[in-house]
C-alpha cells in the first residue's frame, strides 16, 4: 500500500494561533504519520520538503499511483469553535466512512468534538470538490482521497494540544491505525524470542474501537512503542 501525505501550507503562511503556526504543525504531523504508517509496512511519501511550497495542484498531482492522498490541516473558526472534521471527495462517496472513522477516532484522543464527515463542492464546478488539491489527487487516480481539519487552531484548548509535539504523535498513530484498518493492512506485534518467557499488560478494555485506538496512542506516545490492539 502506498500513502502520499500532504503538510498543509509552508513557511511564510501566516494561519495559526497565538503561538501555532498551522504550517509547522502540519509538517510535524505529517512526518509522525509518515513513520507510523512506515512502522506498519505502508510505503509513504510527502508533497513537500520542509521549507518548500508547492502549487496545490503539484500536491494533488503527486498522488498519482497511490492508494491514498491525505492533506494535513488545522482549522480556524473565530475562537470558540473546537473539534476534528475530515473532508473525503465528492467523487469518491465510499469514503465517507473513512473519513468519519478518522474524524472519530481523532477527536476521541483529543478529548474534543466529532464533527464527522464532509464534503465541500465546487460552486463554479457541480460534482467536483471544491479543494484544488482534492480535486487534483482524484483527477491523478487516487484512490482514496481525504483532507483532515484536526482541531481549531485559533482556540486556546485545541492549540493548546497542536503545540504539543507527545500528542501530535498520538494524533499521527490515531490516523495511521485506522488508515492501515481500512487499507487492509495487518500490523502483527513481533514474535516472542524463542524458549523466552513473555509478560505482557493490558492497559484496557473497551467496547469502542476508537476509544481503544486512544489508548494505544497514548501508549506509544508515552515510548511503549510495541503497544497493539487484540480484539477478542
Same mark, same amino acid.
Given at each position: 500500500?502506498k500513502v502520499m501525505i500532504d ?51 503539484? +500536491? ?30 465528492? +467523487? ?77 504523535a498520538g494524533i499521527a498513530e ?25 509478560? +505482557? ?16 496512542? +497514548? ?14
Amino acid at each position: 500500500m502506498k500513502v502520499m501525505i500532504d503538510p498543509g501550507h509552508a513557511p511564510g503562511n501566516a494561519n495559526g494561533g497565538k503561538v501555532y503556526k498551522e504550517y509547522a504543525g502540519m509538517w510535524k504531523l505529517s512526518n509522525y504519520l509518515k513513520n507510523a504508517l512506515e512502522r506498519r509496512g505502508v510505503e509513504a511519501a510527502l508533497t513537500r520538503a520542509e521549507n518548500a511550497d508547492p502549487s496545490l495542484t503539484k +500536491r494533488g498531482q503527486a498522488a498519482a499511483e497511490y492508494d491514498l492522498f491525505v492533506s494535513q490541516h488545522s482549522n480556524a473558526g473565530g475562537g470558540a469553535a473546537r473539534g476534528v472534521e475530515v473532508y473525503y471527495s465528492v +467523487r469518491i462517496p465510499g469514503d465517507k466512512n473513512f473519513a468519519a472513522d478518522i474524524s472519530r477516532a481523532v477527536a476521541a484522543y483529543m478529548g474534543n468534538p466529532d464533527r464527522g464527515a464532509k464534503t465541500r463542492e465546487s460552486t463554479v464546478s457541480k460534482g467536483y470538490d471544491y479543494y484544488t488539491v482534492m480535486f487534483e489527487a482524484v483527477k491523478a487516480g487516487a484512490k482514496h482521497v481525504l483532507l483532515c481539519e484536526t482541531g481549531f487552531h485559533d482556540n486556546l484548548m485545541d492549540e493548546g494540544i497542536l503545540l504539543n509535539d507527545a500528542s501530535l504523535a498520538g494524533i499521527a498513530e490515531i490516523q495511521a491505525a485506522v488508515i492501515c484498518a481500512k487499507l487492509g493492512v495487518v500490523s502483527a506485534p513481533a514474535p516472542a524470542p524463542e524458549n523466552k518467557i513473555i509478560w +505482557r499488560v493490558q492497559a484496557g478494555a473497551f467496547g469502542v474501537r476508537a476509544n481503544a485506538e486512544a489508548m494505544l496512542a +497514548r501508549m506509544k506516545a508515552a515510548g511503549f512503542a510495541d503497544a497493539f490492539i487484540k480484539a477478542d
